[in-house]
């Protein structure tokens, strides 16, 4: 990849700039935008975007989104810009990455961010953690995220619930009880607390046969499948722990498969 200080800024048309594909960040605020295209009109853009040639024409953003669309509402016709040789792999990384250091995408923004490094790149869990200096436990929580059902993916996203409200969730395996308690999180506005002491006390009503809802034999055995397995897998995470304060090099990892999970501990000898 050419180095980006040896590059030479200059200005592009910004018509004949190209939105990135991997862009991460589905969701702009007007008013930010709007904010920034002010600063913009009094003092111009102190951070060049970056861009790579995709014809002859046009090129693509690398980097830089906010700023070209301020550019464009500040009536600009042009943008400086460093142009980068690089592959479509690096270009999303670098949309990526830029995004999450600086905390501008949502969680679930971020999670289907890693998916598409995964699917479409086929970087494992590991390779995006190192790249973001994350765990690889960090990558796969966050993509897990995903499990969830489109519509309380919107739900959730829509009424500014937390990471750890949408985590609770995925306690429940089944996107009728899922929708049950976001409506009663919703409705009372409740805590990340409130809300994992009603996933808890389902699903100990499940277990127990206690749940007052109808649910199918079929339902309610994969229901208690997954619960018992999210036991299983805590008492090993509980071992763990202990293993690891006498080794503390001691590795374990954690990925969830299409049908199984997948436990990985090293024990240096």
């Known amino acids: 990849m050419k180095s980006i200080i040896e590059s030479i800024v200059e200005q592009i048309p910004v018509d004949k700039i190209l939105p990135n594909p991997n862009q991460p960040r589905k969701h702009f605020e007007d008013s930010a935008i709007t904010e920034l295209a002010e600063s913009i009109k ?10 790579r040639k995709i014809s002859e024409e046009f090129y693509e953003l690398v980097s830089g989104e906010r700023r070209l669309r301020a550019s464009k509402v500040a009536g600009k016709e042009t943008i400086p810009a460093i142009i980068v040789e690089m592959s479509d792999q690096d270009s999303a990384l670098i949309a990526i990455m830029e995004n999450v250091q600086r905390e501008d995408l949502t969680y679930f923004e971020e999670a289907e961010s890693y998916r598409q490094l995964m699917e479409y790149y086929n970087l494992t869990q590991d390779r995006i953690a190192e790249l973001l200096g994350k765990s690889q436990s960090f990558v796969a929580n966050k993509i897990r995220l995903l499990k969830l059902d489109p519509s309380i993916i919107e739900t959730l996203t829509k ?63 994969r229901v208690k499948s997954f619960i018992n397995a999210q036991i299983y897998i805590n008492t090993i995470k509980t071992a763990f722990k202990a293993v690891k304060e006498s080794r503390n090099t001691a590795e374990y990892k954690e990925i969830e498969r299409e049908d199984y999970v997948e436990i990985k501990i090293i024990i240096p000898k």
């Open 42 to 51: 009094s003092f111009g853009i102190i951070q060049p975007i970056q861009v």
């Open 159 to 221: 009424n500014n619930l937390t990471e750890r409200h949408a985590r609770a969730l995925l306690r429940i395996p089944d996107t009728e009880l899922q929708e049950e308690v976001l409506k009663q999180v919703v409705k009372k506005d409740m805590t990340v607390k409130k809300t994992e002491e009603l996933v808890e006390k389902i699903r100990k009503d499940v277990l127990t046969n206690n749940y007052d809802e109808k649910l199918t034999p079929e339902k309610k055995a």
